[in-house]
């Protein structure tokens, strides 16, 4: 599904693009997904002067659950002495909070088309290979304790 726009990439930014084909749920379970794309990456890293690439250049890159996959494979690798530091990450519309579904991004955006709230949830629910019953435990913020919810509270808060 990725390969022209991977092309088109490649050809603007006069790069190398590694795309990786990480095995899909529900048929794999979490984390089956970062498990592959950590391998891949760091196989690459430790491999990419074989390709012609500069280590130190390296950019991960994901969209949706890519770029979740890439968020959470970027912080995998942060204090990884035995290999290059990532030079950047690119996230496209991660799922990366989930702490609390009603702040101001999620109320303002509930009702887009494609990732409606519901749908995000299901779909992250899903992805983690959970019951779907507990879809309006986790809409009115019953998913966190209590204490967890005042730990975050100043990064995830509607201030």
């Known amino acids: 599904a990725y390969e022209r726009?991977?092309?088109y990439l490649t050809r603007k930014t006069n790069s190398v693009v590694v795309s990786v084909g990480y095995r899909l749920?529900?048929?794999?379970?979490?984390?089956?997904?970062?498990?592959?794309?950590?391998?891949?990456?760091v196989h690459f890293?430790?491999?990419?002067?074989?390709?012609?690439?500069?280590p130190s250049r390296i950019i991960v890159c994901g969209d949706s659950s890519g770029g979740t996959l890439t968020a959470a494979v970027a912080q995998a690798l942060v204090n990884?002495?035995?290999?290059p530091k990532l030079?950047?990450?690119i996230l496209i519309y991660p799922y990366l909070q989930c702490v609390d579904f009603n702040l101001p991004s999620y109320q303002q955006n509930e009702g887009v088309p494609v990732l409606l709230k519901e749908r995000t949830i299901t779909l992250g629910l899903k992805y983690l290979d959970k019951d779907l019953s507990i879809i309006?435990?986790?809409?009115?913020?019953?998913?966190?304790?209590?204490?967890?919810?005042?730990?975050?509270?100043?990064?995830?808060?509607?201030?």
Not at 25 to 41: G, K, S, V
Not at 80 to 83: C, E, F, G, T, Y
């Open 45 to 54: 890293m430790r491999t990419a002067q074989d390709y012609g690439v500069d």
């Open 25 to 41: 749920a529900p048929e794999h379970p979490y984390p089956t997904q970062f498990e592959d794309c950590l391998t891949a990456t």
């Open 5 to 7: 726009t991977c092309r």
């Open 87 to 89: 030079r950047a990450q």
């Open 136 to 159: 309006e435990a986790v809409l009115n913020g019953c998913h966190i304790p209590e204490d967890l919810r005042q730990k975050y509270q100043k990064w995830v808060s509607p201030d």
């Open 80 to 83: 990884r002495r035995d290999l």
